[in-house]
């Protein structure tokens, strides 16, 4: 018997020093990325083709949520966490505050996909499993909205030669189809009732609600605005 509990702990992952799991937490969040490190996000998708920006926001960008979350599930103390959420809650409340001043749609979108994968790595950083169930649903929902968005700026750009929003005027008449569903695709990122988003918002303040209070009041007017 003590022979097969011996067998048994050795599958259990040692915990990793604090200061490991803070600088992983750190080396990771870039690849997220999270607060300050996500200016190189935006210059990359403006600049890049779509394919590339489709690769880059669908996947690669995940790989550092998988690898935070590997991270801090071997964690010896909750510093790597507290760091993680906070990181991700300034880069949130940043990105949020920047899209109300931007005219370019592929930098909004890049600005919209900061928000949701800091969503993410705060889901990670708070801990507990209902708020990386959360996480997970948000992650694959973003994969989804973002490489659609990014294929509809393109196909705008084609049209009208311009990414400025003071140039797309009368797509409702010129390009009906597209222009429904970049209707559809936007109720979907600002969270529209029914929609995959505003399932992962009530998702994520319920869960919310259990750990603290001043938590949900703050992150539901962050999410709003």
Known sequence: MAGNDAALGAYIPTPLPTIVVVLLVLGFGVKLPIWPCFSWLLKAHVEASVEFSILLSGIVVKFGALGLQRVLANQE???GGFILAACCSLAMFEAALRLLAQRDLKRIVALTTVVEINWVGLCLGLGGRQLEQVGAFVLVA???TTTAEFYMVECLYKRYQTRDLGGLSGT?????MLHGLIFL????TIGF??????????LFLTALAQVSLGLLITFSILLVL
């Open 77 to 79: 103390a909750g510093l």
């Open 185 to 188: 695709n936007v109720l979907t």
């Open 172 to 176: 409702a008449l010129r390009v009906p």
């Open 193 to 202: 009732p029914g929609t995959s988003l505003f399932t992962g918002k009530v």
């Open 142 to 144: 973003h994969s989804l």
